[in-house]
């Protein structure tokens, strides 16, 4: 085998962003039926344990990625207001629910973290914004609260160093008063398989899932429940 075949094949092992990104809704879609249709299925609960962990990591990379961050930013802004009736409804039976806030805010916050995070080189300061912006997640209420901020930093602070990585961003889910988050260590497994590559792009499919599939599943409950 020449070395241009060897190196075609180590391009393409391991897993893309597209195969994450699909692992994290799949993920998510069950945990979400776990809370909104099936509680008393737990075990739904802990196969979504693995979403928000892929999440925040694959943040951190298409951060890295973009060609465009006020874009990326934007993008997000828009669909944290595209969600918010979404999750309300799904998850308390409301139009409006203001004490608590979906992911998406807690990525936006995370992502514009990150943004100043590389435009600062004190530490002092970096630690500053690193606590604001959890400050920010717990006074707007988001999901995951200033925990799910403290991961995005912990990718970012870890992106060169994989060992270390894996290491904290599983022991992250160990920081969760409830024991169901333990099982989110396992997304550092899928996460070590991540090859860089983009693989197929379905951009907007994945931002138009989240607000989707809670209308669909909040219908469901209200027909047959």
């Not at 092992?13 to 993920?27: E, H, N, P, R, Y």
């Not at 890295?64 to 802004?77: E, S």
């Not at 973290?113 to 988001?142: N, Q, V």
Request: charged share 15%; proline share 3%; net charge positive.
């Amino acid at each position: 085998m020449d070395s241009t075949m060897e190196n075609v094949i180590e391009r393409k092992a391991g897993l893309t962003t597209f195969q994450l990104k699909v692992l994290a809704i799949i993920s998510m879609l069950i945990d979400h039926m776990g809370v909104i249709i099936y509680p008393e299925a737990v075990w739904l609960r802990y196969v979504g344990r693995l979403a928000f962990p892929i999440f925040c990591f694959l943040l951190v990379e298409g951060y890295y990625h973009t060609r465009n961050a006020a874009k990326y930013i934007a993008r997000l802004g828009i669909f944290v207001i595209v969600s918010e009736i979404p999750f309300d409804l799904a998850f308390h039976q409301s139009l409006w629910y203001p004490e608590k806030q979906n992911v998406f805010v807690t990525l936006f916050i995370g992502l514009g973290m990150l943004w100043l995070l590389d435009r600062e080189r004190e530490i002092i300061t970096r630690a500053g914004i690193m606590i604001l912006a959890m400050w920010a997640a717990e006074f707007m209420h988001s999901d995951y609260g200033f925990r799910g901020i403290l991961l995005i930093a912990i990718f970012w602070m870890t992106r060169e160093k994989k060992a270390a990585q894996y290491l904290a961003g599983a022991a992250w889910n160990f920081l969760w008063p409830s024991r169901i988050q333990t099982v989110g260590a396992l997304a550092m497994l899928p996460v070590a398989l991540y090859n860089g590559q983009k693989g197929r792009s379905m951009k907007y499919f994945f931002y138009v899932f989240y607000p989707l599939h809670l209308l669909l599943l909040h219908f469901l409950a209200y027909i047959y429940m």
